[in-house]
């Protein structure tokens, strides 16, 4: 299954499956719609209402329209923004920090970067301006193949209420790098941080998390770009002092931990960072790690605890588990979320994923060797496969871990899928917006909280998408779906009033978008 559903949905009482309608708004001569550029916007996890920005008409062969329009919480129109630019102009990410909205955009007459902040009333507070050079090449090729709706944000996000943070890959020659772009929207302000180690002459940053004042990267660094296996490291920086306040390795420890999320505890300042952990010897670009670790941090970087739970033991002891962290059924597992409650215990929201034989890619690809051609088509694909949440105890040693079974879902990765490293497919498939988990909402400060997934369905009673939800109490576990069938083009679901979803349907033939907000139950 090739997923066309992107949900992001907030819910207080998920458990019903019938929908009633309560508001509706259409919108015509929508002339291409990004549906990740559209969102919630909140206020104190009250939702106050939504924006989207689309191509609302064609001026003349050379330049378009577009338009900002913001709705309040019950679909009524409030302030749209129209202003016309080069048809070559277009929307890579776009985010919102809790008070302004940011869009990236690449002009592609001008060769630059855009990135514009508006605030809830629509108006453009600052537009930040910068060329793109040879360096980022590379970034603006990948845009072009993966940019998609269900694609994830890759290189932009918020940083509190203060602004926006873009980490961008560049690439000089064989020197690989990478440079953290922090954009203010208090004040038109914008500094850059880029490494200065020699180790970093090639060096690739994934962001984790920011706070008011700080942001977090998982870098991987090489001595030279094909040197072979890198180090992993923490890097922590303060956007505030605009210095980098620590950069944590492994260099004197007995194992390799490689960090891949990251989550402030609950009242003390400090961090809980996981991820998995390899033979000191191993090359972490290749090999299978050996677990996965817990670390716990001070703000300073300093390491308070070590915890370590291995496949082979650990947690095979509540799942089917390999030495090579393979599940079984299941095949590696992505981790999308750390969810700590009040009782000081951690609970891990991961996706299985797994490379499986591909007979049509492995037919065409003979049919290119015999026939003399150019070409691989792959002769591997990745399935997207269950849902799994794990129980860690106040110590953070796993106790308990459940799997949930959903339709498997084919990514579509081409060739890139028969060579690329475990951990670098997990970043693609990501990327590409092919895992089913949606997000987390509720609240864990009062032992609870809803995991949410998109599935689909083939029964005697119903074929089509489905919206999962699994609701913690501070108990137990109970699991809740509702059904969602369109004829839309692209359909998104988002956060809506108390007991209530808004959804979002584009229609690319009759250009128009609808929107609806329908009660639950």
């Not at 630059?112 to 508006?118: C, D, G, S, V």
């Not at 020659?173 to 004040?187: H, I, L, P």
């Not at 191993?282 to 050996?290: E, P």
């Not at 998104?492 to 978008?513: C, H, N, T, W």
Request: charged share 30%; aromatic share 10%.
């Amino acid at each position: 299954m090739i997923r066309k559903l992107s949900a992001v949905l907030l819910l207080s009482s998920l458990g019903a499956h019938s929908l009633s309608a309560q508001a509706k708004l259409s919108v015509d001569k929508v002339y291409s719609a990004y549906l990740r550029s559209s969102g919630a916007i909140t206020d104190k996890d009250q939702i106050k209402g939504y924006y989207y920005l689309y191509q609302s008409d064609k001026i003349d062969r050379k330049t378009n329209e577009y338009t900002l329009q913001i709705l309040d919480e019950n679909l009524n129109k409030g302030k749209d923004i129209k202003f016309e630019d080069t048809k070559r102009l277009s929307l890579l990410e776009s985010s919102f920090n809790g008070n302004t909205l940011a869009f990236l955009f690449k002009n592609g007459e001008d060769r630059t970067l855009e990135m514009k902040i508006y605030d809830l009333d629509g108006k453009l507070k600052y537009t930040y301006t910068r060329p793109y050079t040879k360096k980022t090449d590379a970034l603006m090729k990948q845009y072009e193949t993966l940019h998609t709706d269900e694609g994830m944000n890759q290189n932009v996000f918020e940083l509190g209420s203060k602004g926006f943070v873009s980490v961008m890959p560049l690439r000089d020659g064989r020197d690989v790098t990478y440079e953290v772009d922090v954009y203010s929207s208090d004040k038109k302000k914008m500094w850059t941080y880029t490494p200065e180690d020699d180790k970093e002459r090639f060096a690739q940053a994934e962001f984790l998390m920011a706070t008011d004042s700080l942001i977090f990267l998982e870098v991987t660094k090489k001595n030279r770009k094909m040197s072979g296996s890198g180090t992993a490291h923490l890097v922590c920086i303060n956007h505030e002092t605009k210095k980098k306040v620590f950069d944590l390795d492994d260099e004197n420890d007995d194992v390799t931990f490689v960090p891949s999320s990251i989550l402030p505890a609950k009242g003390n300042g400090k961090f809980i960072v996981m991820g998995s952990y390899f033979d000191k010897e191993a090359n972490i670009l290749k090999d299978f790690s050996k677990g996965l670790a817990i670390y716990e941090l001070d703000a300073s970087g300093k390491v308070l605890n070590k915890t370590y739970n291995s496949w082979n033991k650990e947690i095979a002891h509540y799942l089917p588990t390999n030495s090579k962290g393979k599940i079984d059924k299941i095949g590696f597992l992505y981790v999308h979320k750390l969810i700590q409650t009040p009782d000081g215990k951690i609970f891990v929201v991961g996706e299985g994923y797994k490379r499986q034989a591909d007979g049509v890619g492995i037919a065409l690809t003979a049919l290119s060797v015999m026939g003399r051609r150019p070409g691989n088509a792959g002769v591997t694909k990745i399935v997207i496969t269950d849902l799994v949440i794990m129980e860690f105890d106040k110590s953070f040693k796993l106790k308990g871990a459940s799997i949930y079974e959903k339709r498997d879902n084919t990514a579509a990765l081409g060739e890139v899928a028969d060579y690329n490293s475990q951990h670098a497919l997990a970043m693609l498939i990501k990327m590409q917006g092919y895992f089913d988990y949606e997000f987390t909402t509720g609240n864990p400060d009062d032992n609870n909280f809803v995991v949410c997934y998109s599935d689909w369905e083939k029964t005697a009673d119903y074929k089509g998408k489905t919206f999962n939800s699994i609701r913690y109490n501070g108990t137990k576990f109970t699991k809740d779906k509702i059904e969602l069938k369109s004829k839309a083009s692209r359909m998104q679901v988002l956060p809506a009033k108390s007991g209530s979803v808004m959804i979002m349907e584009y229609f690319k033939k009759d250009k128009r978008l609808d929107f609806r907000i329908e009660k639950l139950g």
